[in-house]
């Protein structure tokens, strides 16, 4: 490995994590709806931005944030993708039996369960986009299930 | 809206955010050398994991991620994405200013900088897969500075 020029700064860690959907209607029930996060902010036909603990879900329609920016619109990168991308969330201790029964019951379908090695418990669901996301234990990662993001 | 059947449990936030990129190794070089993420695990040709703050950076290589997993694997469910996907990282009190000599130092192009009408700031660059990424001050969302995600 190519020793980097100095050493890095420090991250608190993630802030955001986009997802893509054309339909932002729909994200927005099922984000804001189901999955019961607090909208933040939206602009029709481009975005819809929700609160999840310390960090936010950004949910972008790709057709929008593919383009450039307007001249006088803040710079933001063109970004934007098509397929389903993986997004986990951490689960408080007790919340994965919770979450299992809301999903179900709001008939989300459970795509998969799974006991990792060291205990730590995922289910994974669908967005109506297709992106693939999950709800999982900190401990997965051997983060204190106690603290939030 | 339509109402959701019940409460939504809690969430305490984002634990896991992934990017997809082809080349593992490049990648390894950039998130593990260039932003000094801890690795945490890998599986070559396929992933690279890791920590940031009390979250996970999950690289993935697309082409082996949208495959039905194998049947004695555990049932992880396909995903993968094509195109820039934005991820942004939360930064520490004062780390913009030495991020961005970080990056530069590093012959990491900075593609923009946004103060916004809050005050507070972004630097945003890109992965060596294209990826959209950001660093940003957490009073961006309202966020305490000091509290690590």
């Not at 420090?10 to 959907?21: D, K, M, P, Q, S």
């Not at 902010?41 to 819809?48: D, F, K, P, Q």
Request: overall charge negative.
């Amino acid at each position: 490995m190519q020793l980097s020029q100095n050493i890095s700064p420090a991250l608190n860690g993630i802030l955001e994590t986009a997802v893509y959907a054309e339909d932002l209607d729909v994200a927005r029930e099922f984000y804001g709806g189901i999955l019961g996060m607090e909208e933040v902010t939206a602009t029709e036909g481009r975005h819809v931005f929700f609160r999840c603990g310390k960090t936010m879900v950004l949910v972008f329609n790709p057709n929008e944030t593919v383009k450039q920016p307007f001249e006088k619109s803040l710079p933001i990168p063109p970004h934007g993708s098509n397929g389903p991308i993986h997004v986990c969330f951490s689960a408080p201790p007790g919340a994965i039996e919770s979450w299992t029964a809301h999903l179900q019951k709001n008939d989300i379908e459970i795509e998969s369960k799974i006991t990792w090695p060291n205990g730590a418990r995922s289910v994974y669901f669908r967005d109506p986009a297709g992106n693939s996301l999950e709800f999982a234990e900190p401990k997965l990662w051997d983060y204190d299930p106690d603290e939030s993001n």
